[in-house]
């Protein structure tokens, strides 16, 4: 289970840089900067994830959900960072099913 929660916490910084990296590498608009807040949105989970709180791993798989959502919902809004949503969509996905695997074995 701690190999689990590891993994996660590296795709959440990770997935926090590419965030953040984005109104760098696009410029800054209204749609670069809620990116660059969900950015310093999973840089604090990713830090919370390696003090081991008890609730963090909750929080950060509806975080998760929410923002991969919106990412999905969000796709042809801006054409210009559809590449980078592909990436979010899939990283997202890919912690989502991390937390979700961490929850059934911890509770089986």
Excluded: C, D, W
Excluded at 8 to 33: D, K, Q, R, S, V
Excluded at 52 to 58: A, K, L, M, S, T
Excluded at 90 to 99: D, K
Aim: without cysteine; aromatic residues 12%.
């Amino acid at each position: 289970m701690l190999l689990i929660l590891n993994l996660t916490t590296a795709l959440l910084m990770i997935m926090a840089a590419l965030h953040l990296a984005t109104p760098i590498i696009y410029g800054t608009n209204t749609e670069t900067i809620g990116v660059g807040v969900f950015g310093l949105t999973y840089l604090i989970l990713g830090l919370l994830m390696l003090s081991g709180i008890q609730y963090v791993p909750v929080s950060t798989l509806v975080i998760t959900a929410m923002g991969t959502f919106g990412a999905v919902k969000s796709y042809h809004q801006n054409v210009e960072i559809q590449r980078m949503t592909r990436a979010f969509v899939r990283l997202g996905a890919v912690i989502i099913f991390l937390l979700i695997l961490f929850f059934v074995f911890r509770f089986v």
